[in-house]
């Protein structure tokens, strides 16, 4: 059975709102949370809550179903299709994240910070390097309070947002010191970040407190703490980015951090959704109720998980048709053959090509001899950039034509 939000159930018989509402806010299931709810221009306010319903354990059943063919599937790939995907998925989550905020830059800007061939004065080069830090096992993003919070975002987006405009500067003890406003595409205002500053504090703590509860599943704490910090807004900009940045790190935390590079992607594929999800959690006709919000957030990542499978499957599935169309060219020798394999799956993944540096820490071979079974490449069959000084060599597909 579908959980019915008390927004729905208003349109629908407006008179049972309010004994509904009552029967789950005082239902044994619920979870109250110290935070009251108010959407913008109305006066009531509410203090959220949600219930514990068969539709969310169902869907984080079916989260860990795929979770388990997920790693199936990683685990059955060569390393350099899960590095050459790694970078593939970074660019397209920095570059997703960005246009859900309406934020412009490209995949070349994006790629050259990737790659090590952009200038140190890059705007998106701290962003950048935050993702490249969800890959590596030993690093450690503190998330333990407010102050940690603020250190994070001044070194993720503080100083591009100073760029862009530099009124956007915080100027609070940790946050900011104004009110602010957060405006619909078509300019309408429909919500204000918490205000004063000594509010947003409280609450942020509040949720902090949530997100690091071991009596609550880790998927239901990052919904509510997504909500919460949307709700909160405690930048006067780069709020979205920094909160689905925050759930991609416990993402990978949790879960394989392949997975925290794909969460930013699936919200722009879904972003009416999920734009309409924080609107129905702040509605005054929801009074509080965030059990909507988590069932779709559930469900949002779910779907992440899904979408990573299928595009990884998809992947998979090209290199091999191509894996047996150079086993028909006949390369009688082995280490030839692997440099040919490496070089598709460079070309087919994250597409910039692999440096002489990467195959030889791939193949455990020196440059020398790497270099002598490229020179045997036919010139058709290779293509070679540049960048700076840094060549990137990945198999033409034309050879196959």
Not at 209 to 228: D, G, Q, T, W
């Amino acid at each position: 059975m579908q959980y019915q939000s008390l927004t729905k159930l208003y349109y629908i018989s407006p008179d049972e709102v309010a004994r509904e509402y009552e029967k789950r806010f005082e239902s044994p299931s619920a979870i109250h949370l110290p935070i009251e709810i108010k959407q913008y221009h109305r006066v009531k306010s509410y203090p959220a809550f949600f219930i514990y319903h068969n539709e969310m354990a169902l869907i984080i059943d079916e989260f860990y179903k795929n979770y388990e063919e997920f790693l199936y599937l990683v685990h059955s790939v060569p390393p350099v299709v899960k590095q050459q995907f790694a970078l593939l998925s970074i660019l397209d989550e920095v570059k997703s994240t960005n246009d859900i905020e309406g934020v412009h830059s490209t995949r070349k800007e994006i790629r050259e910070i990737l790659d090590g061939n952009s200038n140190h004065s890059s705007r998106l080069k701290s962003v950048v390097n935050k993702y490249l830090d969800l890959l590596d096992a030993n690093k450690e993003i503190p998330f333990d309070d407010c102050q940690d919070i603020r250190n994070f975002f001044d070194e993720f987006a503080h100083d591009e947002i100073i760029q862009d405009n530099p009124a956007h500067k915080l100027d609070g003890r940790l946050f900011r010191k104004d009110p602010v406003e957060i405006e619909s595409a078509v300019g309408k205002v429909i919500h204000q970040g918490l205000f004063p500053e000594e509010e947003i504090i409280r609450a942020m703590g509040i949720s902090l407190n949530i997100l690091h509860s071991p009596e609550l599943p880790i998927l239901i704490r990052l919904a509510v703490f997504h909500y919460f910090f949307a709700y909160i807004h405690p930048f006067y900009d780069g709020n979205g980015r920094t909160d689905r940045f925050i759930t991609s790190y416990y993402l990978g935390q949790h879960f394989h951090r392949l997975l925290a590079l794909r969460f930013s992607i699936y919200v722009k594929k879904n972003r009416s959704t999920y734009y309409k999800l924080l609107a129905e959690a702040d509605s005054e006709l929801n009074h509080g109720d965030l059990t909507p919000f988590i069932i779709g957030f559930l469900k949002i990542l779910t779907g992440s998980i899904r979408d990573t499978i299928v595009v990884l499957t998809r992947k998979q599935d090209q290199l091999e048709i191509y894996e047996k169309k150079i086993q028909h060219l006949g390369l009688r020798d082995p280490l030839l053959q692997e440099i040919y394999f490496i070089l598709l799956q460079a070309a087919l993944f994250y597409g910039q090509g692999i440096t002489m540096a990467e195959l030889m820490k791939v193949t455990k071979k020196n440059r020398g001899t790497i270099q002598k079974r490229i020179n045997e490449i036919p010139m058709e069959q290779l293509l070679v950039s540049k960048i700076n000084k840094t060549k990137y060599y990945k198999l033409n597909f034309m050879m196959f034509k």
